[in-house]
């Protein structure tokens, strides 16, 4: 069996390709990997895992088999948010941990996260050894002294948020909530410390159930009409919502708008520095608005650009040179947070900022548009075939001087093929993160006032 790491470690169908016998390949493979490494020789292992059908089956299988090898195996009672177990990692001072996810994915897939000492997950250097040690079926033989533990990361992950937000301020302004977990790992989370911070919160979809309603546990605008109505039926300041493991995020404003990430991380970083009068950079994936590069001329602060996949922000945020850092997928962390994605964080942000600045969120962008220009952005996801994707990447090895009356001023092959055009409109084509599904992903932004963008024929 074939098994890959993409941007967020092995997914793949439940009882197809993700079986137990897979699940202990990868978890010697990991333990391989760990063994090799003398300054991770003795720390423990966290393993955890989220909502899925069998999550706890197969996280409880992986921890036996780490055991085996001699590990002190941390095991996280119940479903675990991922930045949670990488709040964890970081605390404890963890080699690395295991996290059985598949994130926002359907409900058939379950998944394998290897986060790394620092917290963040593996970067391919790494996870190209773990599938070369499972490919060639290298053996780690059993050892004395494993023992496996129970953990609960909560409370600490609880009082590193309260450092970070100002709960108080929120409290302080009578602003109350809706918060849709989708069924996943964030709720008893999100909804757990507005409550313990006297802050009312209504929470929605707030039981166990592994099909996710029957969709991706993703909170987009289409996945979060339940949350829409409560919002707007009781008056309430925002909706919040996280994805399956809850490292994405998803808001409505109080009128029921969807603000979307593109926006929400501008406004975000804009915030942060006003508030924490940060002098740092902000850093955003390829595939993000051109918003966020606003933001930062206009607060005089760097621009990161960075590869799809948030390990490559996770390095930016250990080295202390951003105030913020994200992706268009919803994805999120800030300064002296973690190298990983925490949508909890990001939907406390949202909160803390329309508290402090006394104004919702479409008020906050409406001025935000004001001072820098509205650009607006989207993406959509194609089925290819496979002949249509071989013409399509020998037609992407192109170097053209213009699509469709769009005259391009650069070409970008940082990830994908990002062109970039005359009239401050860009267009990104790249591949799917599923790439068993045969698909690719187009994302675009554009000036309102400007030139609306033609897809290429």
Not at 312 to 326: A, M, P, Q
């Amino acid at each position: 069996m074939q098994i890959k790491f993409g941007t967020s470690g092995w997914r793949a169908i439940i009882a197809k390709e993700f079986t137990f016998s897979g699940v202990e390949q990868v978890t010697n493979a990991i333990c391989s990997y760990l063994k090799s490494v003398d300054e991770m020789k003795g720390r423990p292992l966290i393993i955890g895992h989220d909502s899925r059908f069998m999550g706890e089956s197969f996280a409880a299988a992986a921890a036996e088999t780490a055991a085996s090898k001699g590990f002190k195996v941390l095991k996280c009672i119940g479903p675990t948010p991922t930045p949670t177990i990488s709040h964890a990692i970081r605390y404890l001072g963890a080699a690395g941990a295991m996290n059985f996810t598949a994130s926002h994915n359907p409900p058939e897939y379950q998944g394998i996260k290897f986060s790394t000492s620092d917290g963040a997950p593996a970067l391919p250097e790494i996870t190209s050894q773990i599938e070369e040690a499972v490919g060639q079926d290298i053996r780690v033989n059993n050892a004395d002294g494993g023992f496996i533990e129970d953990l609960d990361p909560k409370p600490d992950y609880f009082a590193d948020l309260r450092s970070k937000i100002d709960l108080g301020l929120i409290s302080d302004s009578g602003a109350s909530f809706a918060y849709d977990p989708l069924w996943g790992t964030g709720r008893g989370y999100l909804d757990q410390i507005l409550r313990e911070s006297r802050i009312d919160v209504e929470t929605i979809h707030d039981w166990r159930d592994v099909t996710f309603g029957g969709r991706s546990p993703e909170p987009a605008a289409d996945h979060l009409e339940g949350l829409r109505s409560l919002v707007v039926d009781k008056g309430l300041t925002l909706g919040l919502a996280t994805d399956g493991d809850g490292d994405r995020f998803g808001v409505l404003d109080s009128d029921g708008t969807y603000i979307e990430p593109n926006k929400l991380i501008a406004l975000l970083a804009d915030y942060l520095i006003e508030s924490r009068d940060w002098k740092k950079g902000i850093a955003r994936s390829v595939a993000t608005s051109h918003l966020v590069d606003r933001v930062a001329a206009d607060r005089g602060v760097e621009l990161f650009e960075t590869p799809v996949g948030f390990k490559f922000i996770g390095e930016l945020i250990n080295k202390d040179e951003i105030v913020l850092g994200g992706e268009e997928s919803a994805g999120l962390s800030i300064r002296g947070h973690y190298p990983e994605k925490d949508g909890i964080l990001a939907c406390l942000l949202a909160a803390e900022a329309v508290a402090s600045r006394k104004a919702s969120l479409s008020e906050q962008l409406e001025d935000l548009f004001q001072r820098l220009g509205r650009l607006e952005s989207g993406r959509i996801g194609v089925k290819l075939t496979d002949d249509v994707a071989t013409k399509l990447k020998d037609r992407l090895s192109e170097d053209p001087k213009e699509i469709s009356g769009n005259k391009i001023k650069n070409i970008n092959r940082l990830d994908g093929v990002k062109f970039i055009f005359e009239n401050d409109t860009w267009m990104l084509m790249r591949p799917g993160s599923r790439t068993d599904l045969g698909q690719a992903s187009v994302s675009a932004t554009v000036p309102v006032r400007g030139r609306p963008l033609l897809w290429p024929e």
